[in-house]
């Protein structure tokens, strides 16, 4: 039997913990108080920050008590200047991508009705001269109309593709491609009108093996286009190493015979895909460790502005900081050591409140889920609202974790019951709703403020229109953070073949017939 005396101790003590678990909480509402107050009075980031989206309430964890069927959708006047710039910017690229749309239009009439007018022309100017059309020539009319429909759907299914990007320069094998084929019309052209318009050509079976002879040679450099465009690439000649020069994060890529612009556009579709969003608050740390350690060292003037030797002292201050900084460099792995494993406790520990929260408002469901056979069928829930009434049991330690772990910028309570109900809609388990904020995914699983209108700069040396060579380095720019390329030439692979005789693997054993008595 335990006295009263320690047992009051012992009262005492979980009392004190109790006090320091609040206090912790409270400690963490502020900064996260601070965060969004500083967020609040940041400038507007417009392409790759995920602080953009800062009208929401930081605290929804603590205010989400209730179940309502209402939202309010507002904008600041920062976001509305920030718009503003972004649709003037946007102005001449929309103008350089609906020109360059036209002309391709207008390029592909002409090379469509072109063989079509060499069959209708003669009709118009000499029917009287013309001779009849036999069984052959009129077997030529199917072979140009299947031919003109066959290239109609080719050229749609190159050419007139949605634009995945705006790129910086022209693509200079499309440029080369139109040329050639306007070049070629117009030869056809000429050559029409100087030996068929001009002398009125009665023979109407060559004016139509001339316009079959126009159609074949499109064909063919539709050919060429999909070579040139399509294959060529497609075998891997480069391995390009793009590195995030904010955290460092690396991944490894093979592109074919690419220009440098093309190549990054390959690498940023790749970016939004393979590469962890970029969370800017967990570099912060380090910033604030190094600047706690500079506040940690104070300079004292003892003699007064006014003593002329103050000068020779100020100059001389920089230099006593430095090296206090250098003699307590010795210590400092010490307190990031203790620092990280601080860290990682508490994130151990918020996760398994999270876990657990998680699972019971999943067991939750799905008792509510056996008991809708009983209910009238007006009393049933659908999964968004099934999703808003058990959103406030799971929200306190769903936003606890999250900014333990800097990701509640990424998730807005607006994304999360999305996240849930879509989850209770196909039936899945709580780990598989809580994968998504327990590991960090690419960028497009986040919502699109983080990544819809990004804007991306290329730098090179070289000219982007030039091809990728091995050595070569380009940096793609965003406002946050910039992504560094290197590239290296594929080996050439020398494999030999080494023969070896089957009969080289086979033996005799021999065994005596005689026995040792």
């Known amino acids: 039997m335990l006295s009263p005396s320690v047992m009051e101790e012992g009262d005492e003590v979980l009392q004190v913990l109790e006090i320091c678990e609040a206090v912790q909480d409270v400690k963490e509402v502020v900064i996260s108080t601070i965060e969004a107050e500083s967020l609040r009075n940041s400038p507007p980031a417009t392409s790759c920050g995920p602080d953009s989206k800062t009208s929401q309430d930081d605290n929804w964890g603590e205010t989400t008590t209730a179940v309502t069927g209402t939202s309010e959708h507002s904008l600041s006047q920062e976001d509305i200047v920030r718009i503003t710039k972004d649709l003037e910017d ?9 020109v360059t749309r036209t002309i391709a239009v207008i390029l592909g009439l002409l090379v469509f009705f072109t063989p079509l007018a060499f069959l209708v022309l003669p009709h118009i100017l000499w029917p009287e001269k013309l001779k009849s059309c036999g069984t052959a020539c009129e077997g030529l ?16 299914a190159l050419f007139f593709r949605p634009a995945r990007a705006g790129l910086p320069r022209v693509f200079v094998f499309r440029i080369l491609l139109a040329v050639l084929v306007f070049l070629f019309v117009v030869s056809y052209w000429l050559f029409y009108s100087v030996r068929i318009l001009d002398s009125q050509d009665d023979n109407y079976q060559g004016i139509v093996q001339y316009a079959v002879s126009l159609v074949d ?6 050919y060429l286009a999909v070579v040139l465009l399509e294959l060529r690439q497609l075998q891997p000649c480069f391995s390009v190493c793009v590195t995030r020069s904010t955290d460092g994060e690396t991944r490894h890529y093979n592109l074919g ?8 556009l390959a690498i940023i579709e790749h970016y939004y895909c393979d590469f962890p969003i970029h969370n800017p608050a ?56 203790y620092e990280e494993a601080e860290h990682e406790r508490r994130v151990r520990k918020r996760r398994a409140r999270l876990v657990v929260a998680v699972e019971e408002a999943f067991t939750h469901i799905k008792r509510m889920q056996e008991e809708e056979p009983k209910k009238a069928p007006g009393d049933v829930m659908d999964p968004r609202e099934a999703a808003q009434a058990i959103f406030p049991s799971m929200a306190r330690a769903l936003q606890k974790y999250l900014r333990t772990t800097k990701q509640q910028h990424c998730h807005s309570m607006e994304s999360i019951q999305q996240h849930l109900a879509f989850c209770i809609t196909n039936n899945m388990t709580p780990k598989a709703f809580l994968e998504s904020y327990l590991t960090p995914g690419p960028t497009l699983q986040y919502g699109k403020d983080h990544w819809l209108g990004r804007r991306w700069t290329l730098i090179s040396e070289a000219s982007v229109t030039s091809g990728l060579k091995d050595g070569s380095v380009f940096v793609l720019k965003c406002v946050d953070f910039s992504l560094v390329v ?31 008595v």
């Open 90 to 98: 946007s102005v001449g690229l929309d103008c350089r991508r609906y």
């Open 257 to 264: 015979q690419l220009s440098i612009q093309r190549a990054a």
């Open 217 to 222: 040679a499109l064909l063919f450099i539709h």
């Open 141 to 156: 009319f199917i072979s140009v109309a299947f031919k003109l429909l066959i290239l109609l759907l080719a050229v749609w």
């Open 282 to 337: 967990l570099l912060s740390a380090s910033k604030s460790r190094a600047a706690k350690h500079l506040a940690g060292l104070k300079v004292y003037n003892v003699d007064g502005p006014g003593n002329p030797a103050a000068a020779g002292i100020a100059q001389s201050q920089s230099r006593a900081m430095i090296a206090a900084a250098a003699r307590r460099r010795d210590t400092s792995h010490n307190e990031l050591y």
């Open 486 to 516: 290197t590239t290296k030439k594929i080996p050439y692979i020398q494999m030999s073949e080494e023969y070896i005789d089957p009969k080289s693997h086979k033996f005799v054993l021999r065994l005596q017939s005689e026995t040792s």
